[in-house]
T-cell receptor, first 110, second 116 residues
Framework: DAKTTQPPSMDCAEGRAANLPCNHS???????VYWYRQIHSQGPQYIIH???NNETNEMASLIITEDRKSSTLILPHATLRDTAVYYC???????????FGKGTMLLVSP | GAVVSQHPSWVICKSGTSVKIECRSL??????MFWYRQFPKQSLMLMAT?????????EQGVEKDKFLINHASLTLSTLTVTSAHPEDSSFYIC????????????FGEGSWLTVV
């Protein structure tokens, strides 16, 4: 069972920031929040993960609320190539697997 | 990030034949690899966990005699679909745990299987 809730779809204009929300109200203390995306007909691509602090890398920023019950993935300047399904996944430190939900289909338009 | 590669990218086979898909970790050693299956417009479903040097662990409902998994080295896991049927046509994706703590999992490009 997926432990996260995401909107099924979102739109974003090219060049704008894309803010993708994720609710994980039942997250426990040793569980991380992971984000992956899947471009059509490709394998999922790792984006970022975090425990409780905000994280940033070359692809995106991850903002986790203080109570850790929700998070937001931020793509600062969305491009057409960012159109994909984005998956927010909660995974325990000792869990070996990733369980995928339905994700958010992000459509970036010109 | 770490690179996981699958081969072939796509394959067409006849019903009743077997087909093998390879998954390689190109720049790291992976003691644990995973195999997923994805049907059109659906999410990824975990099929099995493959551990180097031991038997794979299959998820409920996945036939271990039909989907043979071998993880003979730290950089290679193979999935063999035996006696393939059209309903086995799907997108098969492997992944591997990376790093000392295995905190990050990287995925291959996926392999499209069409059984005719």
């Amino acid at each position: 069972d997926a432990k996260t809730t995401q909107p099924p779809s979102m739109d974003c204009a090219e060049g704008r920031a894309a803010n993708l929300p994720c609710n994980h109200s039942t997250i426990s203390g040793n569980e991380y929040v992971y984000w992956y995306r899947q471009i059509h007909s490709q394998g999922p691509q790792y984006i970022i993960h975090g425990l409780k602090n905000n994280e940033t890398n070359e692809m995106a920023s991850l903002i986790i609320t203080e109570d850790r019950k929700s998070s937001t993935l931020i793509l600062p300047h969305a491009t057409l190539r960012d159109t994909a399904v984005y998956y927010c996944i909660v995974r325990g430190m000792w869990d070996s697997t990733l369980t995928f939900g339905k994700g958010t289909m992000l459509l970036v338009s010109p | 990030g770490a690179v996981v590669s699958q081969h072939p990218s796509w394959v067409i086979c006849k019903s009743g034949t077997s087909v093998k898909i390879e998954c390689r970790s190109l720049d790291f050693q992976a003691t644990t690899m995973f195999w997923y299956r994805q049907f059109p417009k659906q999410s990824l479903m975990l099929m099995a966990t493959s551990n180097e040097g031991s038997k794979a662990t299959y998820e409920q409902g996945v036939e271990k005699d039909k989907f043979l998994i071998n993880h003979a080295s730290l950089t290679l896991s193979t999935l063999t679909v035996t006696s393939a049927h059209p309903e086995d046509s799907s997108f098969y994706i492997c992944s591997a745990r990376y790093g000392p703590s295995g905190n990050t999992i990287y995925f291959g490009e996926g392999s499209w299987l069409t059984v005719v």
